[in-house]
Nanobody
Framework: QVQLVESGGGLVEPGGSLRLSCAAS????????VGWYRQAPGKERELVAG???????NYVDSVKGRFTISRDNAKSTVYLQMNSLKPEDTAVYYC??????????WGKGTLVTVSL
């Protein structure tokens, strides 16, 4: 059974930091590209950061210089370090794994709230 479980969300003040984790099971994690997406209330889901099998990363412009995506294949886990958080970063954050065949899996999400 494939599972992606996100954790690390919560309430943080503007300027603060959080580290999200996504632990995968039931898949050959090291052969998947991984992405962190987010969906804010009333908005469409957007790709925040991605990391390829080889470790190449990409970010949406709004988080460049503040967020860092990384992966630990030995632990089948992907991380999203989020610094200098802003209220507009408030959203449910999801991780997604995608294989070269086009098959993809999603986690259920973790809520990040940036507020005083």
């Amino acid at each position: 059974q494939v599972q992606l479980v996100e954790s690390g969300g919560g309430l943080v003040e503007p300027g603060g930091s959080l580290r999200l984790s996504c632990a995968a099971s039931g898949i050959l994690f090291r052969t998947a590209a991984v992405g962190w997406y987010r969906q804010a209330p009333g908005k469409e889901r957007e790709l925040v950061a991605g990391i390829t099998i080889l470790g190449t990363t990409n970010y949406v412009d709004s988080v460049k210089g503040r967020f860092t995506i990384s992966r630990d294949n030995a632990k089948s886990t992907v991380y999203l370090q989020m610094n200098s958080l802003k209220p507009e970063d408030t959203a449910v954050y999801y991780c997604e794994t995608k294989f070269s065949t086009g098959v993809e899996y999603w986690g259920k999400g973790t809520l990040v709230t940036v507020s005083l």
